[in-house]
């Protein structure tokens, strides 16, 4: 399964890597968080990216957030016409928006990548930089082919 996802996103991660300046690990190891390994991934919404007013669309969809335990809500997502889409509104997100300033200057460093967006409030679950920076350590493949920067 881990195999699959990594062939079946692997390129575009590359793609948007190499254009954007931003470690192609990173985004198959927050995806693979995100969607289980590939297990869910609604209209193409690889991250869980919230409605955004800057992309046309949205869908509506049950999901559990921490707020003093964990909670089911009803939540606008995203929705993408192609996983590329999604990949690129998430570097654009990440990027462009001041909550994540300190995470986009560490972008080369994924453990701290991974902290600084956690502590910017891209997710509610407080495991969360633990749990991508342990898919991270145990990468099925040779992460630093996805980290080094060319």
Request: aromatic share 14%.
């Amino acid at each position: 399964m881990k195999e699959d996802f990594i062939r079946k996103y692997r390129q575009s991660a590359i793609l948007v890597g190499m254009a954007c300046d931003f470690p192609p690990v990173i985004l198959l190891v927050q995806a693979a968080l995100e969607t289980g390994w590939g297990r869910h991934v609604p209209k193409n919404n690889l991250f869980g990216i919230k409605d955004v007013p800057w992309i046309p669309g949205n869908q509506v969809l049950r999901t559990s957030e921490y707020k003093n335990g964990w909670k089911e809500e009803t939540v606008e997502f995203e929705d993408f016409q192609s996983p590329l889409e999604s990949m690129l509104a998430y570097v654009a997100l990440i990027r462009n928006s001041r909550r994540y300033r300190t995470a986009w200057a560490l972008r080369h460093d994924p453990e701290s990548y991974f902290r600084a967006i956690q502590a910017a409030g891209y997710a509610t679950d407080p495991q969360y930089a633990e749990k991508c920076i342990s898919i991270w350590k145990n990468f099925p493949e040779d992460r630093d082919k996805f980290t080094r920067k060319e």
